[in-house]
């Protein structure tokens, strides 16, 4: 489910703006997106509705201070000069809600995946993420300078502070997460989530079941006629929102096992079956190599009808469900009829019965191999090529129509016999 909220953007002396955020609620998990914002001023704050019911439940706010003091006495020769630098991130929970805070009190960083629930350091009052303290003293006789940097947010990215959210009577627990620069010099707001279940745990970075993006115009199409899964290119758009995913996984399915093809299957089918694409912002187009096989692992051939699907994995951080996207149509990898490929490598092959002839007139097949294969593309038996003429029994094999399939240096041609 996704909802258009107004940003919470606001500063102490500046116009408030605004920003798009997208909300996902799963189970029981309550996720939303904004737009990343950064603030950089002093008194720039931003008010935190953990809950998106319009009541602002915290309050992050940074403080920057540079000033210099300078005085002169002539009498007495007395001269001094002060610079004081002072940067400082703070949260103010509002509505008596609370933050988890560190041993000495500072709001703590949280990792990933740490537990936010009854038992954490709960506080209720405002306290600093950090601060950057420096100063310069200047006199006619000495200086001196000094400076430190307190707190665990210092230079820190994606990291979270635990939050109690507490309304009606009921406590919820979340989560909101930042970056903070160096020496505190800015604070930037990404995303927050709570759990909607009152008192359930909640753990830092947890979006709930958030689906990755899907690829879309997933497509295969027949481009050549070398007898095997090169004569298929395949294609598709990337996603919407690639940060979501870790990798795609195209795969090749018999389109008559397409309709009940899931995510699950697509999940447990072997790397020797997929192609894996690496998001990187373009759209993706390949041709097969001729050793491509389909999801059952058996070699891709022409005659059969087959799907292509595309699995979106996600990165397990913006996303943690599997998508899959699927070829609106089909494809089925063809030879032109009227064009006897094997006669262009010397070769004539014709059956008798249950048996087999491959007369090769030529020397580039010495040595080679033709593979029988049935209609569901699995190589049954196989011809060694000698010069002259080469023959198989087939009265083993079912009634049913099979391929020969036989392979040159530099060129493939393939020829279907009915076995009766």
């Known amino acids: 489910m996704n909802n258009s909220l107004q940003s919470k953007l606001k500063t102490y002396s500046i116009l408030a703006g605004s920003a798009i955020a997208a909300t996902t609620a799963k189970a029981d998990i309550v996720y939303t997106d904004i737009n990343d914002v950064s603030f950089s001023n002093n008194g720039q704050f931003y008010d935190l509705d953990l809950n998106n019911d319009g009541t602002p439940d915290f309050k992050l706010e940074i403080t920057k201070i540079n000033n210099i003091i300078s005085s002169y006495y002539y009498s007495s020769y007395s001269f001094y000069i002060v610079g004081v630098k002072y940067n400082a991130v703070a949260l103010q929970p509002l509505?008596?809600?609370?933050?988890?805070?560190?041993?000495?009190?500072?709001?703590?960083?949280?990792?990933?995946?740490?537990?936010?629930?009854?038992?954490?350091?709960?506080?209720?009052?405002?306290?600093?993420?950090?601060?950057?303290?420096?100063?310069?003293?200047?006199?006619?006789?000495?200086?001196?300078?000094?400076?430190?940097?307190?707190?665990?947010?210092?230079?820190?990215?994606?990291?979270?502070?635990?939050?109690?959210?507490?309304?009606?009577?009921?406590?919820?627990?979340?989560?909101?997460?930042?970056?903070?620069?160096?020496?505190?010099?800015?604070?930037?707001?990404?995303?927050?989530?709570?759990?909607?279940?009152?008192?359930?745990?909640?753990?830092?970075?947890?979006?709930?079941?958030?689906?990755?993006?899907?690829?879309?115009?997933?497509?295969?199409?027949?481009?050549?006629?070398?007898?095997?899964?090169?004569?298929?290119?395949?294609?598709?758009?990337?996603?919407?929102?690639?940060?979501?995913?870790?990798?795609?996984?195209?795969?090749?399915?018999?389109?008559?096992?397409?309709?009940?093809?899931?995510?699950?299957?697509?999940?447990?089918?072997?790397?020797?079956?997929?192609?894996?694409?690496?998001?990187?912002?373009?759209?993706?187009?390949?041709?097969?190599?001729?050793?491509?096989?389909?999801?059952?692992?058996?070699?891709?051939?022409?005659?059969?009808?087959?799907?292509?699907?595309?699995?979106?994995?996600?990165?397990?951080?913006?996303a943690t469900a599997y998508q899959l996207s699927s070829q609106q149509g089909t494809v089925t990898l063809t030879i032109p009829q009227g064009i006897d490929e094997t006669k262009l490598l010397g070769l004539h092959i014709y059956s008798s019965g249950k048996t087999i002839f491959i007369e090769n007139t030529g020397k580039e097949l010495n040595g080679k191999h033709a593979d029988i294969i049935n209609i569901q593309g699995q190589i049954v038996e196989t011809i060694l090529l000698q010069s002259g003429l080469n023959s198989g029994d087939f009265s083993q094999l079912s009634n049913g129509i099979y391929w020969i399939k036989v392979r040159g240096i530099n060129a493939q041609a393939t020829k279907v016999f009915l076995n009766e």
Request: proline share 4%; charged share 15%.
């Open 95 to 318: 509505n008596t809600n609370e933050a988890v805070v560190s041993g000495g009190l500072y709001i703590d960083a949280l990792n990933q995946n740490t537990p936010i629930n009854q038992v954490a350091n709960w506080n209720a009052n405002q306290n600093n993420l950090g601060y950057f303290l420096s100063y310069y003293y200047s006199n006619y006789w000495s200086n001196s300078n000094s400076a430190t940097s307190n707190g665990p947010w210092n230079n820190t990215q994606n990291k979270y502070i635990g939050l109690k959210l507490k309304v009606s009577g009921n406590t919820y627990y979340g989560w909101v997460r930042l970056d903070v620069a160096n020496l505190y010099d800015n604070f930037t707001v990404k995303d927050y989530t709570f759990q909607d279940a009152p008192n359930m745990p909640i753990k830092a970075g947890d979006q709930g079941n958030i689906n990755a993006d899907i690829a879309i115009n997933v497509n295969g199409i027949d481009i050549a006629n070398n007898g095997d899964a090169s004569d298929m290119q395949v294609s598709f758009t990337k996603a919407a929102d690639e940060t979501k995913i870790s990798s795609y996984r195209l795969m090749i399915v018999k389109a008559s096992q397409a309709g009940t093809f899931g995510i699950n299957d697509a999940k447990n089918i072997l790397p020797v079956s997929y192609m894996v694409h690496p998001p990187n912002g373009s759209n993706f187009q390949a041709n097969l190599a001729s050793n491509f096989t389909d999801t059952d692992g058996d070699p891709i051939i022409q005659n059969v009808v087959y799907k292509v699907f595309v699995l979106s994995v996600p990165d397990g951080i913006n």
